[in-house]
Structure formats: structure tokens, C-alpha cells
């Protein structure tokens, strides 16, 4: 497969995945080929720097730090310190605590912690602004830390 970058007669950019060059010739001539954002069917193909493979690439490849997994790790490792550092850990009353700070209840402060899935919800339907962590990214709250 050869993926190309094209653009229509419009100036809009896309990408197009072919089984040859020789296919992309033909639908292209006979008009199978249009832009995703006019419908123009005047295609090119833009410049593109072909896919050449180093042995530094090679390398990267084998070493399993070089993939980025342990900078993501790093990652989540810092953006839990931050949150640690800088957010009020309220446990299971965090839906109390968000609603509290946003009805004006409470003063506004950065909280963390847990809720139900009919919490979120309800916090949701209140359009009161929260966000929930993914796994990587989610302190260990403070009572359950070693």
C-alpha cells in the first residue's frame, strides 16, 4: 500500500492510501478520486519526503525505552505529582465538594477523588465543569499510599 498526500483544485489537503501507483493513476484518470472537503475530483499529489529507514531508526526500534513508553510514563508520573501537589484530595465526598464549589457553597479550590458512575452523571446533567483521570494519570489517593 502507498499512502499519498493530495490536494484538489480548492487548495484542500487529504491523504489517500492506493495498492500502486499504477491504481492511483487510473482512478485518479477516471475520476473515482475526490477531495473529502468539496468533492472537487481535479487531483494531485503533493510533494512528500519518502519513508527511509537508518539504522538509528532500526535501533530505536529495538530498544523499548526508545518508543516512548518510559517518557510516558515519566509523564503520568509527573502530572500525579502535580496533582498531589497542588489539588485538595476529598475522597468520596468529591461530588459534594465540586457541586459545593460550584453553586458558590464552598470557596473555589483544585479538588481530586472519587465518585459513582450516577455522581458523574449528575454532575454532568449540572454542567458542573470536572474531568475524570485515566488510569496513568490518577494519584493513588493519600490514605491508600505506601
Known amino acids: 500500500m ?19 501507483s499504477s491504481d492511483y493513476d487510473m482512478q485518479v484518470e477516471r475520476g473515482l478520486v475526490e477531495c473529502p472537503h468539496c468533492g472537487s475530483i481535479k487531483i494531485s499529489k503533493q510533494i512528500m519526503a519518502p519513508a527511509v529507514r ?22 503520568a508520573k509527573k502530572v500525579q505529582a502535580h496533582i498531589r501537589s497542588n489539588y485538595d484530595y476529598v475522597g468520596e465526598d468529591f461530588a459534594k465538594e465540586a457541586r459545593a464549589i460550584h453553586d458558590g457553597d464552598k470557596p473555589e479550590r483544585l479538588i481530586y477523588g472519587e465518585t459513582t458512575a450516577e455522581e458523574r452523571e449528575a454532575l454532568k446533567a449540572d454542567e458542573v465543569p470536572v474531568a475524570p483521570l485515566p488510569e496513568p494519570f490518577a494519584p493513588t489517593p493519600p490514605k491508600k499510599a505506601n
Open 2 to 20: 502507498i499512502r499519498y498526500a493530495l490536494i484538489c483544485d480548492e487548495a484542500h489537503a487529504f491523504e489517500a492510501w492506493f495498492s500502486s
Open 54 to 75: 537508518t539504522a538509528r531508526k532500526a535501533e530505536a526500534r529495538k530498544d523499548p525505552t526508545a518508543n516512548g513508553a518510559a517518557s510516558f510514563e515519566q509523564l
